[in-house]
């Protein structure tokens, strides 16, 4: 099976399954405007992320890659969410910290200036020596980002829900009733 394809067919999932939406407070998020001091990583770390998630799931002439989903912003956003435990942003932080300490010692670069080929490899090796769980982590918010509805920033005009000939159900929220708005009520 197609890596697309097999994509297509589990991703629904990964928004059913997981309920992995950032948790919903009083916390308005707004991804042109995001802290990513909040996040717990640097600026360079999130230059890394960022490479990791287009390499994992790129562009195509057919098909959103991770940049047409705004899923660096979309998991900025998620990992802004004050609500969220300090684990979890560590989590990502460390997976990070890993991958660049893998790259340095085996390249003596960072991750996003490697060549693609090459990125490949040091994927594959941080997998093998216990990033699995990260990599999936990463897969998912990149998942989540091309199904979410648009209305909280992800998925921009519907590009992944056009991609995979989705119709949303109706009525879709409207700005004043995402759910994190909608749970102090």
């Not at 998630?53 to 956003?77: D, K, M, V, Y």
């Amino acid at each position: 099976m197609k890596r697309r394809d097999f994509l297509r067919w589990g991703a629904g999932g990964v928004l059913l399954g997981q309920g992995g939406l950032a948790s919903g407070r009083a916390w308005v998020p707004d991804l042109t405007s995001i802290d990513i001091g909040a996040t717990g990583l640097s600026a360079g770390q999130w230059r890394t992320l960022a490479a990791v998630q287009t390499h994992l799931f790129p562009s195509e002439s057919e098909a959103p890659g991770a940049r047409e989903a705004n899923a660096t912003a979309w998991l900025q956003w998620v990992l802004s969410d004050p609500g969220l435990p300090d684990e979890r942003r560590a989590f990502f932080r460390q997976g990070v910290e890993q991958l660049e300490a893998l790259t340095q010692a085996g390249h003596g670069q960072s991750f996003e200036a490697l060549a693609e080929a090459t990125r490949e490899r040091v994927l594959r090796d941080h997998e093998r020596q216990g990033g699995g769980p990260w990599l999936r982590e990463v897969i998912h918010y990149i998942l989540e980002a091309l199904l979410s509805d648009p209305v909280y920033g992800g998925n921009p005009g519907g590009i992944g829900w056009r991609w995979l000939a989705h119709r949303p159900g109706y009525r879709r929220p409207g700005a004043q009733q995402r759910y994190f708005l909608l749970a102090d009520r």
